[in-house]
């Protein structure tokens, strides 16, 4: 049983670009939950998703992110006119329905701004 | 779901030794989660323990909850050091299903 897979691994973008972040659940989990990791600190939380819907995206910027988690494929996290400041690791985590609390993880897709 | 603050912030011990982490949050929990993460990877679950259970074990590591203490411990024994990494404890809320991590424990495991 494969666990959450992420890809790219590693993204280089120029300032302006987009950067698009996949991220594909454990087999039979229907909730991603996407998180950014900053260096030196921990994960926050950006936003939990189910199939077609957004359920919670409270750590979520309110400009240039968006993040989507179609019926069909994986989900997405979107960002759009990247700058430095988007540099970090982004981790995404699936769950069973009716077990949020718990989630595993993937191996992370580390963004890097020029 | 709040936050776990995990104490202390760093540890170095010899291979070999137990090493032993806390982690206190501030309101009733569901269930709490720990968590290792390895340098430039992903997180890996380790121990999942609810609230009304006071401890539980896997393999060398031992998790304890203290729920009126609002506190859980994370102890491995006889380290290794593969066992170098940061360790991060995720008290969990039902009905609020992000987890809020805290900078965790950073373990040195000295050869």
């Known amino acids: 049983n494969a666990g959450v897979m992420q890809n790219p691994r590693h993204l280089v973008r120029r300032r302006g670009q987009e950067a698009r972040l996949r991220c594909s659940p454990m087999?039979?989990?229907?909730?991603v939950y996407w998180y950014r990791q900053l260096p030196e600190e921990g994960l926050k939380f950006m936003v939990y998703?189910?199939?077609?819907?957004?359920?919670?995206e409270s750590g979520m910027p309110k400009e240039r992110f968006s993040a989507e988690f179609p019926k069909e494929g994986p989900s997405i996290l979107r960002i759009q006119q990247v700058v430095r400041g988007d540099s970090a690791a982004y981790f995404c985590?699936?769950?069973?329905?009716?077990?949020?609390?718990?989630?595993?993880f993937g191996p992370g897709t580390r963004l890097t701004v020029l | 779901s709040q936050q776990g603050e995990e104490d202390p912030q760093a540890l170095s011990i010899q291979e070999g030794e137990n090493a032993t982490m806390n982690c206190s949050y501030k309101?009733?929990?569901?269930?709490l989660q720990w968590y290792r993460q390895n340098s430039g990877r992903g997180l890996v679950h380790l121990i999942l323990?609810?609230?009304?259970?006071r401890e539980k074990h896997s393999g060398r590591l031992r998790v304890t909850l203290d729920t009126s203490k609002k506190s859980s411990s994370l102890l491995i024994t006889a380290s290794r050091a593969a066992d170098t990494a940061s360790y991060f404890c995720?008290?969990?809320?039902?009905?609020?299903?992000?987890?809020?991590f805290g900078t965790g424990t950073r373990l040195t495991i000295i050869p």
């Open positions: 995720a008290p969990i809320n039902f009905g609020n299903e992000k987890l809020t």
């Open positions: 985590a699936s769950s069973r329905p009716g077990l949020a609390g718990e989630q595993f």
């Open positions: 998703l189910q199939k077609e819907n957004i359920i919670d």
């Open positions: 087999k039979g989990h229907s909730h």
């Open positions: 323990i609810r609230s009304n259970e």
């Open positions: 309101t009733s929990i569901n269930n």
